[in-house]
């Protein structure tokens, strides 16, 4: 295929790889809209174009008067994989780096006939699942997609909180059943369509796709999470130690 | 079922076969009628589920020939710090290593700014690109301080991790990693190297690996294929 995408996605996007190579490093002043018109010999309204798309996707920022910088890492969201910064995550995480953080619930509710799920949960097939679909959006960007099954009969008026407001944790603790202990799974995959849609991507675009189990204090499954984060706002951090 | 729809239950369900081993790599998905029958659902339910599957990489597409299920992932545990070849030899599949470049170079503001080292500090870098079953996975680059490894470039890293030779032949021992994992996508040397598009999304994974004595000693990048590895914890 010969697509070409216009001038000002091209040098975008080469804003973007020397942004990842370290070519240009966090806080770093990049050329003048007026040199890199220049340099390329493209109009410098083109350049104007791409910086601007780069200015609001949070890669670079301005400063009045004197040019414009690379954010760095410091917009992306620190993921960690640690059961408390992983998962009381997104939300408290994009506060963290002063974005405003909000959630949309797309379905809650009790189901039942999920058996892949059931298992998961470690639960009849016929236990009753609550299930929360929620979208997280940092400063009205979506960021993920999360959907969360927990057992029924441990939380059986769960469907009366409205979850954009309440914390999905607060109330399980409330019951006596906080996560404490977390199995997870991290990969990378190509962005199914109905979560392309919720997050404003094309489908097949790469996203982390994050599933984790959690365990309350007395070691039983009570939440199961499968999300799809926007790769391109957030990062993951580890540690990890030598095993013999 | 309100909420979730049939074609996400019923991808969730081949999912997890596949994931429980259920069918083998390359092996043949049975076809749609075929699992229209085992589910009891209409023919562009399934399809809906095989679209979602694809697009997350558990199954692909051949010649109209239907549908197949994909490589298994290398898994990394993410507590554990392990060698990828180290990895690969548990999971009983030997992986071969080519190597692209071994040089003593000098930190450019990249380097210096990630390991918190003076510009132009001597350091040895080592890249090479990891094969399994002749299929390349990933490129893997590792910049050491040369001031503790003197003499690295008499060693053969084809045949020895990186880590072997550190702790046998200078007694430095790896002690733990920070890392950090995100998605770029594929430059001109990468996407020939591991045969992808360029501007193919590869998962990278970086970070600095400390001593025993707590030494920050590497810097490591590894460029990964996105759908050949799984990090579990």
């Known amino acids: ?202 489908p097949g675009t790469a996203v982390f796709c994050f599933e984790y189990t959690g365990r309350d204090r007395s070691g039983r499954i009570v939440e199961f999470t499968r999300t799809y984060i926007r790769t391109d706002k957030t990062n993951f951090r580890f540690s990890s130690y030598r095993s013999e | 079922m309100k909420g979730i729809t049939l074609d996400v239950l019923i991808a969730d369900e081949i999912r997890s076969q596949i994931e429980n081993g259920q069918y083998p790599e390359d092996s043949r998905l049975p076809s749609e009628r075929e699992l229209c029958d085992e589910f009891s659902v209409q023919r562009l339910t399934v399809r809906s589920s095989l679209q979602i599957l694809k697009y997350e990489g558990y199954i692909y597409s051949k010649n109209r020939s239907g549908y197949y299920v994909a490589k298994r992932r290398i898994t990394k545990n993410l507590k554990e710090f392990r060698s990828t070849t180290h990895i690969l030899e548990l999971m009983g599949k030997p992986s071969s290593i080519t190597l692209l470049q071994f040089d003593k170079i000098e930190a450019d503001k990249k380097l210096a700014a990630r390991l918190d080292i003076p510009i132009a500090t001597p350091l040895y870098k080592l890249s090479r690109l990891r094969k399994l079953e002749e299929e390349p996975i990933s490129i893997e680059i590792s910049y050491t301080f040369a001031e503790y490894v003197p003499g690295l470039e008499k060693f053969d890293f084809t045949s020895r991790s990186l880590y072997a030779i550190l702790e046998k032949e200078y007694h430095i021992v790896m002690d733990r990693a920070e890392q950090e994992i995100s998605v770029i996508h594929a430059n001109e040397m990468e996407s020939e190297l591991l045969k992808v598009d360029l501007g193919a999304s590869l998962i990278k994974e970086h970070g600095i690996v400390y001593d025993t004595q707590n030494r920050k000693l590497e810097y490591s990048e590894n460029m990964m294929l996105m759908n050949r590895f799984v990090f579990i914890k």
């Open chain 1, 1 to 202: 295929m010969n697509y070409r995408p216009p001038i000002y996605m091209q040098l975008r996007d080469s804003i973007i790889k020397k942004i990842e190579d370290g070519e240009y490093l966090p806080n770093e002043m990049i050329p003048s809209e007026r040199e890199m018109a220049q340099l390329y010999d493209i109009n410098r309204m083109t350049v104007k174009n791409a910086i601007e798309v780069l200015v609001r996707d949070g890669y670079l920022y301005r400063i009045q008067g004197k040019g414009t910088f690379v954010r760095g890492e410091k917009n992306k969201l620190l993921l960690g994989t640690a059961g408390s910064e992983a998962n009381y995550g997104i939300s408290a995480r994009a506060k963290k780096v002063g974005m405003k953080a909000s959630s949309k619930v797309i379905f809650h509710g009790f189901v039942q006939g999920y058996p892949t799920m059931s298992q998961r949960l470690r639960l009849d097939v016929a236990d009753q699942i609550f299930a929360l679909h929620r979208v997280r959006y940092g400063d009205e960007q979506p960021l993920a997609i999360e959907y969360t099954y927990i057992p029924g009969a441990l939380f059986e008026d769960a469907d009366l909180n409205d979850y954009a407001q309440v914390s999905l944790y607060d109330y399980m603790n409330n019951k006596n059943h906080l996560p404490v202990e977390f199995g997870q799974k991290l990969m990378v995959v190509g962005c199914p369509q109905r979560e392309a849609g919720q997050l404003e991507i094309d």
